[in-house]
């Protein structure tokens, strides 16, 4: 059973004291190493139980472990943090910068969890001046960056969730944009992680940081948004708004000798820097006393400063919160750690806490939630729920390994469009180990069966289809859910494209049948409840859903546009088969990029139809059994008749026949393709070979026919006609010359 947490620690009230300054980089920061965990949870007024618990998270986080051994049975609750990468630190800092931040950590970066080695008296400045040489000398040229804009990056910087660990800027820098009207803005009560070197940060090499902060600080505890590079820059610029040199009287005034980066690197380690650094080629840090010997009165938990012992700078209640863990590591074997235990030790080290509540405990405090907004102001109507992160009481059963993967480490795990705050990525080194606890956590009481195999007869993806929709019989899903490349038609909640991806079956059934109790405070409707058939409907949805990349969309979100060829997205015409209105069941369609079409009866071998501007909707031909005729769907060019091109008569005053297609002679050979793409119609008559092509006219305003008649001999075109397709047209004769012969007309629309 956890315990209670404290919302109301005595750290925060030392916060509360002074006044902020209007950039988030010059806020009042602690003044002693910040745990956010432990701030926000543990209090002078805690028992000693409990606040050992919080003294073990301290000896974590200040990676005691990374010197002093752990005895084998605490070691999965003391884990050594991943060090910190010093490649290309040269490169991020200045050697000054370097130097003071060397010189005294706390000072420098108050809050920070680097120890101090010179504060005592007897500190020897050379040393300082060794290791920031060598530290100089690991260069590694940054990305470059476009230039940032800083407006643009302060917006980012108070909505995409960096307010929740960071402090928000004064109100007269930027107003959060759901703070109450007419009301005074709250200020955050809780401490904020510290910002204060990012200002000293090279340009690109803070927005390379921002952009991946895991690749120099693996363990994490700052994770990755996705950033774009112009975002990054814009951050990046925000947060160095007026920065200033740093005052380095003091190293010039000391006149040091020089230095190498060899004294420096020797230094390096024996100092003890490699217990939390990684600096690549380096001789291995010598073990020290393990953590069962260490006396509490020695080392670094003494009050005496004394060069070459690390000095943290930590609170009273930090150092007997350390003593009340140490007592125990010492002196008790720990009980296995509960599933719930796991999962909160977790939540509690990465600071998951700040944006999600789990179980009761934590989430965003009210000060900052008011600084996450949406994009779309339909999501207001969804409450917090619509601009503020979930809750994770169910997210072990609630998502896929996938997704957590995505999620946790990889990319496009993001399903809030509406939403402005962004899931960061914590590491998949840091997080997978995580995921059993979290997903046995969350196992529901009673096993809920679904049957995903689509092998059911009710298995249809066209039934699913049906229900997501609004049409007959439909439950209206479409109304607030977006699929693919569209938004639903009112309240904008999670687009449903990756469903079958992003969730279990299990939960997907759980949600639908019961949404206010899966996930308290949605607005989604009970749809399922009192429906005899409810268990088949819903797998008809999943079906439906996991066949979505080759399924229509639902009515409501259905558009003609949405299988339509468009020639003019192409620089040569577009040949389409499809059962047309006007053209009959074996149409071949010709469009034009230049926007003027025509449809070629196959069956019958005749011109049928003729339009300009848009072309075709191809949603009947790919998607129904049926298969409704098309339409064209721009304006209909003057109609053509149905007759053939070409008969014998005995004279040119004689009625043109009816018949058309076989029933007149013909013989369809196909058609084969110029080389600009124009469609080239065989056919067959009387010994008579055909060529028949609808193209563009020269002036854009209609099409130019084209018909080459070919024979074995002059003699075999005797007694044969011409007759076009304009209605004033009159027939002529076929005389070929050496075997051929070719006719022009010009169809104006």
Request: proline content about 8%; aromatic content about 8%.
């Amino acid at each position: 059973m956890l315990l209670l947490r404290y919302l109301t620690p005595l750290a925060f009230c030392l916060a509360l004291a002074s006044k902020s300054a209007a950039h988030p980089g010059q806020a009042d920061p602690v003044e002693y190493p910040f745990v956010a965990g432990f701030d926000r949870f543990y209090s002078a007024e805690d028992d000693e139980d409990h606040l050992a618990q919080g003294g073990m998270l301290l000896l974590q986080e200040f990676n005691c472990t990374g010197c002093h051994a752990a005895p084998k049975s605490w070691e999965d609750r003391l884990e050594t943090r991943p060090k910190v990468a010093l490649d290309g630190v040269g490169s991020r800092l200045s050697a000054d910068e370097l130097w003071l931040f060397i010189r005294s950590p706390q000072h420098r970066k108050k809050g920070t969890l680097m120890p101090g080695l010179f504060a005592g008296e007897d500190r020897d400045p050379k040393v300082v001046e060794a290791l920031t040489v060598y530290l100089s000398s690991l260069k590694k040229e940054p990305k470059k960056f476009p230039q940032g804009d800083v407006e643009r990056g302060r917006q980012l910087y108070h909505t995409i969730g960096c307010v929740a660990c960071h402090e928000p800027a004064a109100l007269t820098d930027y107003k959060p944009v759901e703070a109450p009207p007419g009301l005074d803005v709250e200020k955050p009560g809780l401490p904020s992680v510290p910002l204060l070197l990012a200002d000293k940060y090279d340009f690109h090499a803070l927005a390379a940081f921002l952009q991946d902060p895991l690749s120099i600080r693996h363990a994490g505890r700052m994770p990755a948004t996705e950033l774009s590079d112009q975002e990054s820059a814009d951050v990046a610029a925000y947060l160095q708004l007026n920065r200033e040199p740093s005052n380095t009287m003091e190293r010039t005034l000391l006149a040091l000798p020089p230095q190498t980066p060899e004294e420096g690197r020797k230094q390096f380690v024996a100092q003890g820097c490699t217990a939390c650094h990684d600096a690549g080629k380096v001789e291995p840090l010598p073990r020290v006393k393990p953590l069962k010997d260490l006396r509490v009165t020695e080392g670094c938990l003494s009050i005496a400063k004394k060069a070459g012992i690390p000095d943290y700078g930590m609170s009273d209640l930090q150092r007997r919160a350390m003593l009340l863990a140490l007592k125990d590591v010492q002196g008790t074997t720990p009980q296995p750690r509960s599933t719930l235990q796991t999962v909160d030790a977790f939540l509690m080290k990465m600071n998951c806490y700040a944006c999600h509540e789990w179980r009761g405990t934590g989430g965003l405090e009210e000060p900052r939630a008011q600084y996450l907004t949406v994009y779309e102001a339909a999501a207001h109507s969804l409450g917090e729920l619509g601009r503020l992160p979930p809750k994770l009481d169910v997210a072990g059963r609630k998502l896929t390994d996938e997704w957590f993967a995505r999620l946790l480490w990889g990319t496009g795990g993001g399903v809030r469009s509406y939403m402005t705050t962004r899931m960061p990525r914590f590491g998949q080194d840091n997080c997978v180990g995580f995921l059993p606890a979290l997903k046995e956590s969350a196992k529901p009481e009673k096993p809920i069966a679904i049957d995903t195999s689509g092998l059911l007869k009710h298995h249809r993806s066209e039934l699913g289809r049906g229900l997501m929709g609004v049409g007959t019989g439909g439950l209206g899903c479409v109304s607030c859910h977006g699929l693919k490349d569209r938004k639903s038609l009112g309240v904008p909640v999670i687009n449903l494209t990756h469903t079958v991806h992003r969730l279990t079956p299990e939960y997907f059934k759980e949600l639908l049948l019961n949404p206010q109790v899966t996930q308290p405070g949605t607005l989604m409707p009970p749809l399922f409840m009192g429906r005899k058939k409810a268990d088949q409907e819903i797998e008809q949805l999943w079906t439906y859903l996991k066949e979505l990349d080759q399924s229509r969309l639902p009515e409501g979100l259905l558009q003609t546009g949405d299988y339509e060829i468009k020639p003019e997205k192409s620089d040569r015409p577009v040949v389409f088969r499809t059962f047309l209105e006007g053209a009959g069941m074996q149409a071949v369609t010709v469009g034009s990029p230049k926007g003027v079409h025509a449809a070629f009866d196959a069956l019958e071998m005749h011109w049928a139809v003729v339009w300009k501007g848009r072309f075709i909707d191809a949603m009947t031909t790919w998607e129904e059994r049926a298969m409704t005729p098309a339409k064209p769907l721009g304006t209909l060019g003057p109609a053509l008749p149905p007759r053939m091109p070409l008969t014998r008569l005995k004279s040119a005053s004689d009625s043109w026949p009816e018949a058309c297609g076989e029933a007149a002679g013909y013989h369809y050979v196909g058609y084969r393709m110029s080389k600009d793409g124009t469609p080239i119609f065989l056919y067959e008559v009387g010994g008579l070979k055909v060529e028949d092509t609808m193209s563009p006219a020269p002036k854009g305003d209609g099409l130019l026919r084209k018909i080459k008649i070919t024979g074995a001999s002059d003699a075999v075109a005797e007694g044969w006609y011409f007759l076009g397709v304009d209605k004033t047209a009159q027939p002529k004769p076929v005389s070929l010359t050496k075997g051929t012969v070719e006719f022009e007309e010009y169809i104006k629309f």
